[in-house]
């Protein structure tokens, strides 16, 4: 069995690009039973947030896995191949492994250490279970995966120092309005990003945070908790003159604020600058609108350059944790490749088995012994023979294992055959 | 007396350039205290030199563009301390010691006024009307260096790169506030100094106004200012526009202030003073 992952994300493409990619999340189970049906496919997973789409595969052959994995991700796309395969990257075996684990423990994210990303890969492996996509290996793997972000996190102060997206608004919010105490802020859309952002906001002293949303209800659910107002996204205009910051992250195909209502809520202001955080994926605020006089305007793309300052501050904590994921994705691999030998393993022991109460059996007959402690010390005795001869063949054909490319995978392949033809097991079982 | 207090303001204003100058490049703030503290002093002695003159005169000393650019350059260092007492904008010292200096220098190589005022020189009106004006300058002064740092502010805020440097620059909106009283205070002064300018020409020259083109260009001054306070005040022009409006405006201000005295003739070019003072004791 052989893992690829496929994917992009912040650092590889722009926004523009893996919003092309990533499907709407009801789209995704759909997606992932279509994956399915590629020949090379045997359980697959696709994580999608506004940061990355990843999707991770497991398989038979890397190489043509990953060729089929790409093609089927572009596949619809309206994306020139030569532009996506610049920003993709490939990933198999151990890499795709250690990937999955950095991107889990937040590693890999915008603002290292951010706690969003590994509720969405549960979220995505969730998904991927309920569209029967995740199946032995992909269990397996990504329950190791929770288990290191989860190790990663009490570990290290990786996460409890998070320099979040929120807090990088936060300080730009400061350098635009200086303090922030009385100021104002609309959330529109009620994503969990923006929450967090709103609570930030709060913390430094922005004085009321309002709530838009399509569905009134959810709008509602989160004023509450943030102890704002809430209204529909048509309130939206006429509120865009009182507030100063406002954060979207609405799942809207088209955007929210277009320039001509920006111009419109500036005049009313009379210049009063206006400060927009998109975090949404497909953008919710047109980027035209950064242009006009005494507007800002922040994407996810553009908190990077924010964010980048708090990366190297915890350079050291970060690499205690790259240490954590390297020591994973060894036990992890070893698992993996246990996996290929263990019909080999068992065939061994079984036929080793057979023999050996074969013998025993024929031997206490011809002694007329079948019970006694006699038996049970000769019972003993080929028990332990069997176990001390196999032991050393069980380890040779386990540590063969350990080589992780595919082309030690090759030579894994060719040391089974060849304990199969030593031992005379017959061929190894297509699985 | 004078001259050596004036050397030596000059001396301590370039040194307060040179230590907010360190300031600005290692951002700490030790240098900047330490730069406040110089200009300061060096403000305080500007202001005995001038103090000294003045007794030594008898008159402000303000008749010649020697005297003129030394009360300048007091004016825009003294703007600039005394907005930084209600606004902790650290790098505006840093902008005003250097023009201070620059201004200081200018004067300090013109050649010093050779006749003794003459008693219309010692009108209070005359006083007022060169005090207030001259405030008015350092103050208009600081906005256009208000303006600069506000453009660059939006320049770097708009380019998304945040470096160190940015880090200690102040926040837009305390530029802005400062942009706003600076304004607001200087184009009060200015007002006030064009009244008192009409009012002493009616005492000296029996007319408020007589279109000298001194008295034009500060018109076109006042206009533009007049337009930059009612563009803020009532269409919100605060951003980009308004900043470089602010510039324009410094740079017809500066014409009006020098480069009128030196190329067109009039009774207000600082060499004509002597004479049209003469001309009716």
């Given amino acids: 069995m052989n893992l690829v992952l496929v994917g992009l994300n912040h650092r590889t493409a722009p926004v523009e690009l893996r ?290 300052a708090g990366r190297q501050s915890r350079a050291a904590e970060a690499r205690a944790a790259e240490r954590i994921v390297e020591s994973e994705v060894v036990k992890f691999m070893n698992w993996l490749a246990g996996l290929r030998a263990v019909p080999t393993i068992s065939a061994l022991t079984a036929k080793a088995e057979a023999i050996r109460i074969a013998e025993l059996n024929r031997t206490l007959r011809d002694l007329g012994q079948s019970e006694g402690p006699q038996a049970q010390a000769m019972d003993r005795l080929t028990r332990s023979l069997v176990k001390k001869l196999l032991h050393d063949p069980i380890l040779f054909i386990k540590g063969g294992e350990r080589g992780q490319d595919h082309r030690s995978r090759r030579a894994q392949r060719e040391q089974l055959a060849m304990v199969r033809r030593i031992f005379n097991l017959g061929q190894e079982p297509e699985d | 007396m004078s001259t050596a207090l004036h050397w030596l303001a000059l001396a301590f204003y370039l040194g307060a350039t040179v230590v907010y100058l360190a300031f600005v490049i290692s951002q700490r703030r030790g240098f900047f205290r330490m730069g406040r503290l110089i200009l300061w002093i060096g403000w305080v002695l500007h202001t005995a030199a001038i103090a000294v003159a003045w007794v030594e005169l008898g008159a402000l000393p303000a008749a010649s563009l020697r005297q003129s650019l030394d009360l300048f350059s007091w004016a825009i260092v003294g703007s600039a301390l005394l907005l930084n007492l209600r606004l902790a904008i650290m790098v505006l010292g840093a902008l005003a010691a250097p023009l201070g200096v620059v201004a200081m220098l200018a004067a300090s190589v013109l050649p010093p006024a050779v006749q003794a005022p003459t008693p219309v020189f010692k009108s209070l009106w005359l006083t007022l009307h060169v005090a207030t004006v001259m405030g008015a300058y350092g103050l208009l002064a600081v906005t256009c260096l208000g303006a600069l740092l506000y453009l660059l502010l939006d320049w770097r805020i708009r380019a998304k790169k945040l470096g160190p440097l940015f880090k200690r620059l102040p926040s837009l909106s305390l530029v802005d506030a400062l942009n706003h009283r600076a304004l607001l205070a200087g184009f009060t002064l200015m007002t006030v100094g064009m009244i008192t300018g009409a009012v002493y020409a009616q005492l000296v020259l029996g007319s408020y106004w007589r279109w000298d083109p001194k008295e034009v260009w500060s018109l076109i001054t006042w206009l533009l200012y007049a337009a930059l306070l009612h563009t803020r005040l009532v269409s919100g022009w605060r951003g980009r526009r308004g900043a470089w409006l602010a510039i324009a405006a410094f740079g017809v201000l500066l014409f009006t202030f020098i480069g009128v005295g030196l190329l067109m003739p009039g009774y207000h070019s600082f060499d004509a003073f002597t004479t049209v003072g003469g001309g009716q004791p």
Wanted: net charge negative; proline share 4%; charged share 25%.
């Fill in chain 1, 19 to 308: 919003e092309c990619l990533a499907p709407p999340e009801p789209e995704i189970p759909r997606r992932l039973q279509e994956a399915m049906r590629l020949e090379q496919v045997r359980e697959v997973l696709m994580v999608a947030t506004c940061n990355r789409v990843e999707v991770l595969a497991a398989g038979e052959d890397g190489d043509p896995l990953a060729e089929q994995l790409t093609r089927w991700l572009a596949d619809g796309a309206p994306v020139r191949p030569a532009v996506l395969k610049e920003s993709l990257y490939v990933h198999q075996g151990h890499e795709a492994v250690r990937h999955l684990f950095r991107v889990a423990a937040s590693l890999d994210s915008l603002v290292v250490g951010e706690p969003q990303i590994l509720g969405q890969i549960k979220e995505a492996f969730r998904t991927a279970a309920e569209a029967g996509a995740s199946r032995s290996v992909l269990n397996r793997l990504l329950h190791k995966t929770f288990q290191v972000a989860k190790k990663v996190r009490t570990e290290t102060r990786i996460g409890s120092a998070a320099v979040s997206v929120a807090s990088a608004a936060v300080d730009l919010a400061r350098k635009i309005f200086d303090d922030l105490a009385g100021r104002k802020a609309l959330l529109i859309g009620a994503g969990e990003m923006a929450e967090l952002a709103a609570e930030h906001l709060l913390g430094h002293g922005v004085n009321r945070v309002m709530v838009a949303n399509r569905t009134l209800s959810r709008a509602v659910e989160l004023s509450e908790r943030l102890g704002g107002e809430a209204m529909g996204l048509s309130g939206v205009a006429d509120v865009l003159a009182e507030v100063d910051i406002v954060i979207t992250s609405t799942g809207s195909p088209e955007p929210i604020i277009t320039r001509r209502l920006a111009r419109a809520a500036l005049r009313r202001r009379r210049g009063r600058p206006l400060f927009f955080i998109d975090i949404a994926v497909p953008r919710d605020v047109e980027p035209k609108v950064g242009e006009l006089d005494g507007c800002y305007l922040y994407d996810v793309d553009d908190l990077t350059e924010v964010a980048e």
